[in-house]
């Protein structure tokens, strides 16, 4: 306060390149639901388990001494598997054998003597005995590989099994981006929000696509990309295939807009609604294109101008005091210190 008029103290800020903007960092979580594909055939006690990412032949867990593999089909294996047998159940073997490089050529359903060779040959890789059939229960076909399987509640370590529990659940390809906030944080996001989700090296834009409440009260927004596709675009194979993926994220509230900065309360408004700063020349017009931390970003003026605002509301931007005639000895602590703080406010 000025001593003795009451008046508010005047200070000079210099208007400086700055940037203003509003963003709330919270989590994304990626739903990736999956669904049963196959029950157990195998009675035993179960003594190791391989959940997570699996591929072609690769172990799912053991029943007392059998190994479960995983095998790339839409058919489910529902019988045992020997020579002279046909169908597509077979062709799902065939494929796994000339994926794993023990059989040549093309899956063609026949179980003759080259597939009843080659699955001899795998067994022998794997060092169990070399019958050429392969019994119910020690394939599971999965719809793609790799993918991210999941064990049923049964199949634990340790656990005695007596065949017909379910045992494995793999992806149905389906993924649902979904963004839960809190009643306090949904007041502050708009509809209109963008939403930056990361992974790894991938950053992608997201909008909302429509908003629920759970059973706690928080509000689940459904997400995706702008033109309505899934938020990873073309990248989705990058990301796990676990049934649920945290990924970060941030909601731009208000977007960030960089240029000539001032203290907010260096800004005046007519009663036609124009804004103005004062400036050593004067009253000078300018438009505000955004604000936020006490800063606005305004167009009329130059960096380096000097603006008139009250005392402790420079916003974070420098305020040098006017210039005065030099004297040996003309400071005093009544005067206005530089502040060189910046005048970013983002998120």
């Known amino acids: 306060m000025a001593e003795g008029t009451g008046a508010p103290e005047v200070v000079w800020a210099e208007a400086t390149t700055s940037s203003v903007g509003r963003s709330l960092p919270l989590s994304t979580t990626l739903r990736q639901p999956a669904r049963t594909v196959a029950a157990n055939a195998l009675p ?6 391989s959940p997570g990412e699996v591929d072609q032949g690769d172990t799912l867990y053991v029943v007392a001494g059998t190994p479960v593999r995983a095998v790339e089909g839409t058919v489910p294996f529902y019988r045992d598997l020997a020579i002279n047998l046909e169908g597509d159940d077979v062709a799902q073997l065939q494929q796994a054998l000339i994926d794993l490089e023990h059989l040549t050529g093309e899956p063609d359903g026949d179980f003759g003597p080259r597939t009843e060779r080659a699955l001899k040959a795998w067994q022998k890789s794997l060092a169990i005995p070399q019958t050429g059939t392969v019994a119910l229960g ?15 509640d049964a199949i634990v370590r340790g656990a005695s099994l007596g065949g017909g529990e379910e045992a494995v659940l793999a992806p149905t390809g389906e993924q649902d981006f979904v963004l839960v906030v809190t009643s306090d944080q949904a007041r502050m996001i708009p509809a209109e929000a963008t939403v930056e989700v990361t ?11 429509g908003a ?27 990301l796990p295939g676990d049934a649920q993926v945290t ?58 101008t000097r603006v008139q605002a009250l005392a402790g509301a420079t916003g974070g931007l420098p305020a040098p005091a006017p210039e005065s005639p030099a004297t040996d000895d003309d400071s005093s602590p009544d005067d206005p210190a530089p502040d060189d703080s910046s005048a970013t406010t983002g998120g």
């Open 247 to 304: 990924l970060r994220s941030e909601i731009v509230i208000v977007p960030e807009i960089t240029g000539t900065a001032v203290p907010a309360a260096a800004v005046h408004t007519r009663a036609d609604g124009t804004a103005y700063v004062i400036t050593e020349q004067g009253e000078t017009d300018v438009t505000v294109e955004g604000s936020g931390g006490g800063v606005a970003i305004v167009e009329g003026i130059e960096v380096g």
């Open 138 to 152: 020690e394939l599971v076909a999965v719809d793609s590989l790799p993918t991210t399987v999941q064990l049923g």
């Open 44 to 49: 035993g006690v179960v003594l190791e388990t």
């Open 212 to 238: 629920a409440q759970d059973e706690f009260g928080n509000t689940e927004y459904e997400l995706t990309a702008p033109d309505g596709g899934p938020v990873c675009a073309d990248a989705c194979d990058t």
């Open 199 to 209: 992974w790894q090296e991938h950053t992608w834009p997201a909008v909302i696509a």
